[in-house]
Structure formats: structure tokens, C-alpha cells
Nanobody, 115 residues
Framework: QVQLVESGGGLVQPGGSLRLSCAAS????????MSWYRQAPGKERELVAA????????NYADSVKGRFTVSRDNRKNTMYLQMNSLRPEDTAEYYC????????WGQGTQVTVSS
């Protein structure tokens, strides 16, 4: 069965950095695009970044362009989100997502940006 497991969240000061990981299993990871979403309290879940199956194409929300970088290692079945210059408004639960017959979500990892 498909499993997506996020890790790497935590509490960080404004201007700091975090790297999130999403470990995937149960499908041929290298054949499928992946994406990161986030959901802040009281807000809808929104797309943060997406990456193609080979990693050659990426897409970002305007709010994170130039600060976040999505990547993947198909040998390790893992996707990453490097987050730099973090802002309080980046505080949210971050989820990885894929489509394999249907949409699958990870359980999420909390990112809190606060001084």
C-alpha cells in the first residue's frame, strides 16, 4: 500500500531554515510527480511546490518562490523541501501528496516560525 511519511518539521525563528523530507513506499516512486502542500489553522490547504517524476520540472507558489526548493532522490524514494528565509506566515502543517490511482497524503509535519 502507498505510504507517505513526512519529517523534518519543527520550531524555527524568522529568517531560519528547515528541510522537510517525504519518504515514499508502495509504488514506483520514480514514475510519479510529487508535491508539497500546507495548511495553516483556519485556512484551506494550498499547493507549495511540485516536482516532476524525474525532478527536471518544478513549480512553486508565488509566496515561496526564491525561498523554497523542492527536490527528489529517486534512488531513496524521497522528496525534499528546503525552506530558507522562513516567515511567520509559513507556519502550517506541511503535507506531501501523490496521485496513484487516487490522491494520497502523508500524515503531515508541523512547521512553526516564531521568535
Amino acid at each position: 500500500q502507498v505510504q507517505l511519511v513526512e519529517s523534518g518539521g519543527g520550531l524555527v525563528q524568522p529568517g531560519g531554515s528547515l528541510r522537510l523530507s517525504c519518504a515514499a513506499s508502495g509504488f514506483i516512486f520514480s514514475n510519479y510527480p510529487m508535491s508539497w502542500y500546507r495548511q495553516a489553522p483556519g485556512k484551506e490547504r494550498e499547493l507549495v511546490a511540485a516536482i516532476s517524476d524525474t525532478g527536471g520540472l518544478t513549480n512553486y507558489a508565488d509566496s515561496v518562490k526564491g525561498r523554497f526548493t523542492v527536490s527528489r532522490d529517486n534512488r531513496k524514494n524521497t522528496m525534499y523541501l528546503q525552506m530558507n528565509s522562513l516567515r511567520p506566515e509559513d507556519t502550517a502543517e506541511y503535507y506531501c501528496r501523490t496521485f496513484y490511482g487516487r490522491i494520497y497524503w502523508g500524515q503531515g509535519t508541523q512547521v512553526t516560525v516564531s521568535s
